[in-house]
């Protein structure tokens, strides 16, 4: 065999395995193809899942993830698809698509969940006033929560927002407002945002009374005297914090 036959035979080959070592895509929701496709559902009800490939692929397996028996066939060609119906639920499953004939295999995501609803209330008989250092609790009583959800706290002072996963839900969350740091107009007003792939939204509690500690002031009407003036006039100007209810 001549070296130009040897080498062009060479080439072949490498090519076909770079061509064979191209693992399949999957066109996701978007109808974008992706390597880890998401598929999402924003409304109730069921949600059925179309599964089409780049490129021919078989013998396949595919795991809905929900604990329904898998598919499988011998070989799916594009434009052929496979379909999965999920039931109405609010969760998330890993779909995994398995391609025998190559190994290759595509993890995904299937979530069905709506736009959560922020909710914030005090727990029974907590107080909504309190002098710095003060610690309020805020119960987390927010709807329509999936595990994709994530909780952001902004407490109305110069604090860090905190942020939750969805177990936060119906958790206590405790927050001290300490003196002079943001709690100067009195009135604050605490916001919970929630978020997932379907949307976001923000409730407030409002108001929050926090009251800092007023700053005694006094301003003397001299502060150089001749004789025969002996008399100074000390006038009381006291920087206020915040104004306790029922004082002007």
Not at 33 to 60: H, M, R, W
Not at 66 to 92: F, K, M, R, V, W
Not at 195 to 214: H, R
């Amino acid at each position: 065999m001549s070296k130009k036959l040897l080498l062009f035979c060479v080439s072949i080959f490498l090519f076909s395995l770079a061509t064979n070592a191209q693992c399949f895509q999957v066109t996701d929701g978007n109808g974008v193809l992706s390597n880890n496709p998401y598929f999402i559902s924003c409304t109730p009800g069921g949600f059925t899942v179309f599964i089409q490939t780049d490129q021919a692929i078989g013998p396949y397996t595919i795991d809905w993830g929900d604990g329904t028996a898998n598919s499988s066939g011998a070989n799916l060609i594009p434009p052929a698809i496979e379909q999965h119906i999920y039931a109405a639920t609010t969760d998330t499953f890993n779909l995994v698509i398995t391609n025998s004939g190559d190994g290759c295999v595509v993890n995904g995501v299937v979530v069905l969940e709506r736009n959560p609803l922020a909710s914030i209330q005090l727990p029974t008989g907590d107080d909504n006033f309190g002098c710095t250092p003060v610690q309020f609790r805020f119960i987390n009583s927010s709807t329509q929560i999936s595990e994709t959800t994530t909780f952001t706290w902004d407490f109305g002072d110069v604090s860090p927002t905190e942020t939750y996963d969805y177990t936060n839900q119906n958790a206590i969350v405790t927050h001290t407002y300490l003196p002079g740091l943001g709690v100067q107009s009195c009135d604050l007003e605490v916001k919970l945002t929630a978020t997932n792939y379907c949307g976001s939204s923000t409730a407030s509690f409002f108001p929050l009374k926090v009251w800092d500690l007023d700053e005694a002031v006094i301003t003397p009407s001299a502060t150089l005297l001749c004789f025969p003036e002996t008399t100074v006039n000390y006038t009381n100007n006291p920087l206020r914090n915040g104004t306790l209810e029922g004082t002007s």
